[in-house]
């Protein structure tokens, strides 16, 4: 017997010390054919197109609606307070689900993260909110 195929889906999320973090998690494509392996059907909200020009980078920010965020075009570098990164490409993705702690009133020296276009091409993705 053959294992379910998966989908890594890496979550920028928000830790019980409220910093984000990154994890990965395994979504199973236990539907549709063996030639056409399918995940179950995710809800959405909403799907959101930006283009962010070279030179461009945030400052620290939480998400305020979980969102898939797929890069189209460019690079993308996600920055943690931790001092640490991420850098996506071309048919990346991650699920940006980092958002403020109930209770919590923002401040950039704790929550959230930074984001920037990398190269010398603009950045161009697509979020889907969740």
């Not at 392996?37 to 995710?42: E, I, W």
């Amino acid at each position: 017997m053959t294992a379910t195929p998966t989908f890594t889906r890496v979550v920028l999320f928000t830790g019980t010390d409220g910093r984000a973090r990154f994890r990965e998690e395994a979504v199973p494509l236990s539907e549709g054919t063996p030639q056409s392996r399918l995940s179950a059907l995710m809800a959405s909200g909403g799907l959101q197109l930006r283009e962010s020009p070279v030179g461009f980078r945030s400052q620290f920010h939480v998400t305020t609606t979980p969102q898939w965020v797929f890069i189209l075009s460019g690079r993308m570098e996600i920055g943690l307070q931790d001092g640490s990164s991420r850098v996506f490409g071309p048919g990346e993705h991650f699920y940006s689900a980092d958002v403020l702690p109930e209770g919590a009133s923002f401040d950039p020296a704790v929550h959230g993260h930074w984001s920037r276009q990398v190269g010398d091409a603009p950045l161009r993705t697509a979020f889907v909110r969740g």
